[in-house]
């Protein structure tokens, strides 16, 4: 249970830092995330843990 409420603040925070990076930085058309095969949000979720 503590793992999914982990999982919920690490997407909820990827969610801002993503619309951060591309409002307030101007990149639309530049991706700073990389593309990977897990979301951002399962990464910070396992480093986490």
């Known amino acids: 249970m503590e793992q ?21 930085l101007m990149m639309e058309k530049q991706r700073i995330i990389p593309r990977t095969r897990m979301a951002l949000s399962e990464i910070i979720t396992i480093l986490i843990k």
Do not use: G, L
Request: with cysteine; net charge negative.
């Open 4 to 24: 999914v409420a982990i999982f919920y603040d690490a997407d909820d925070f990827c969610k801002t830092y993503e619309k951060y990076c591309m409002h307030s």
